[in-house]
């Protein structure tokens, strides 16, 4: 941060006298801010479709930053601040904006580069560092340059020379264009129905979106995998206007057994018909929590039209708090969330997911020019709605509580489906009746 140097003043433009004010420069105010801040993925191997690591890449961008940063379009960050403290919230102090927005009005000025921070060192292309190991798809896979999505299935032995505790599985495609997400399975022969692998049921190890930001599990958690098992990853594949070849690598990181039982609540709606031009259609779903337990993360999901997503927690005392909110849902920055620290969520504590979507023309993300009716699905021009709370329980006799609500979970979505499946049938026959 500046000595002697006054923020306000700066910013208004108002110059003062020259005694108590030096200019921001790079190297002094404004490296540690970008640092810290946006080198993480402005790296040649980060992601971005820049580097900002040096002053000359920052220089070169100066204008565009003070308009990116001040929107708060970057660092990107959708959850609202206030509504639920997280891990690693990527938000700039409006000091820092306004240190930015000062050094690029005073002329982008260098400094003295022995008084810049260190530059961190990206060399592996891992985030979370050097994993213990690392695997890869056994043939790269050509997604076309058009065309419709593609699932795929792909099996990665991993050839584990013992049963291992994982605190992290870290997805890098080769494409990230192509990517439209991807599920990282844990599955062994003893659970494999055809002889390829693919006819299997697997344990969800961590799954990947676009902007998603892969995080170690908690102190005292882990997920075990087992000799002999091997990674089924099922990969949503999208044409992106140039065709590319895919081969992800999964970087794993090994860790202790662990100490607490990890499991998920799951919230999930797909009733939903979104009419043409609707600007405000809301999706909800609820449950309640079976047994005491502590919510350590949080994701949702939904695409395209997805506005604003919500999530409470109602406590037995008829308390409430706020467990995530997005007020500007963006389908490339679909994030994990962790808490800072645990949210206690005692037996009947209710949850709500609460999605709003927007399927008007003022939409800018809306797929359909004019909009279209838009009902549930799994192409990216469908709509989803989904959450998923990461739970730790205080008991592990607990667990089949919560395994038993994410059945009667799946049970109702059968049956949402198969009531849709009648409304569509009723609607087509009204369609044929009307022509007769
Ligand atoms: C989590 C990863 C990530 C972080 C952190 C990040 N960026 Fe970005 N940035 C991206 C990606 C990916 C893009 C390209 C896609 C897009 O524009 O949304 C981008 C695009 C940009 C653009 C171009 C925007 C445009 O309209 O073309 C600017 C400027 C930028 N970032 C500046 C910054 C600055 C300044 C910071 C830090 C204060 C920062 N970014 C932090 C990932 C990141």
């Known amino acids: 941060m500046g000595v002697g140097f006054s923020i306000p003043e700066a910013v208004n433009g108002s110059p003062q006298p020259e005694t108590d004010l030096r200019a921001p420069t790079y190297h002094e105010d404004i490296a540690s801010i970008i640092l810290d801040n946006c080198s993480s993925c402005h790296h040649p191997k980060g992601g971005a479709p820049f580097d900002l690591m040096s002053y000359k890449d920052v220089r070169r961008r100066g204008r565009q930053i003070v308009q990116v940063t001040q929107e708060r379009y970057m660092p990107p960050w959708k959850a609202e601040p206030g509504f639920g403290e997280?891990?690693?919230?990527r938000v700039l102090e409006k000091e820092s904006l306004a240190l930015i927005e000062a050094w690029v009005k005073g002329g982008m000025k260098e400094g003295n580069p022995e008084k810049s921070p260190e530059i961190p060192k990206y060399e592996s292309g891992w985030r979370l560092g050097k994993p213990d190991l690392v695997v890869q798809m056994k043939e790269p896979y050509l997604i076309p340059a058009e065309g419709p999505e593609l699932y795929e299935r792909f099996v990665i032995p991993l050839d584990l020379e013992k049963d291992q505790y994982i605190k992290a599985a870290e997805f890098r495609p080769t494409s990230p264009q192509g990517v439209h997400h991807v599920?990282?399975?844990?599955?062994n022969k003893s659970r494999q129905k055809g002889g390829d692998g693919l006819g299997f049921e697997g344990e969800l190890l961590e799954g990947w979106t676009p902007g998603a930001i892969t995080r170690f599990l908690p102190e005292g958690v882990s997920k075990q995998i087992l000799k002999g098992d091997y990674l089924v990853l099922r990969s949503h594949l999208k044409p992106s206007g140039k065709a590319e070849y895919e081969q992800s690598q999964i970087?794993?990181?090994f860790g202790d057994a662990p100490k607490r039982v990890l499991t998920g609540m799951r919230l999930h709606n797909n009733s939903m018909d979104?009419?043409?031009?609707?600007?405000?259609?809301?999706?909800?779903?609820?449950l309640v929590v079976p047994a005491d337990s502590d919510a350590i993360g949080i994701a949702a999901h939904c695409h395209y039209l997805g506005r604003e997503v919500r999530a409470t927690a109602t406590f037995p005392d008829g308390s409430s708090k706020w467990l995530l909110l997005i007020k500007d849902w963006d389908f490339n920055w679909q994030e994990h969330f962790r808490y800072k620290e645990p949210v206690y969520l005692p037996k009947g504590t209710?949850?709500?997911?609460?999605?709003?979507?927007d399927n008007s023309g003022k939409n800018p993300q809306n797929p359909f020019n004019p909009p279209r009716r838009v009902r549930y699905g799994g192409t990216s021009t469908d709509e989803m709605a989904i959450m998923y709370v990461e739970v730790?329980?205080?008991n592990e006799s607990d667990f089949p509580e919560f395994k038993n609500l994410l059945i009667e979970?799946?049970?109702?979505?059968?049956?949402?489906?198969?009531?849709?499946?009648?409304?569509l049938k009723k609607e087509m026959q009204e369609k044929a009746n009307k022509k007769d």
Do not use: Q
Request: hydrophobic share 35%; no cysteine; proline share 2%.
């Open 274 to 286: 979104i009419p043409a031009g609707d600007n405000n259609y809301v999706v909800s779903d609820s």
């Open 392 to 394: 730790l329980l205080k």
């Open 183 to 187: 599920f990282i399975m844990r599955t």
């Open 409 to 423: 979970g799946k049970r109702k979505r059968k049956e949402e489906v198969r009531r849709k499946r009648e409304k």
């Open 251 to 253: 970087g794993l990181y």
């Open 350 to 357: 209710r949850i709500d997911m609460t999605i709003v979507f």
């Open 86 to 89: 997280f891990e690693g919230a």
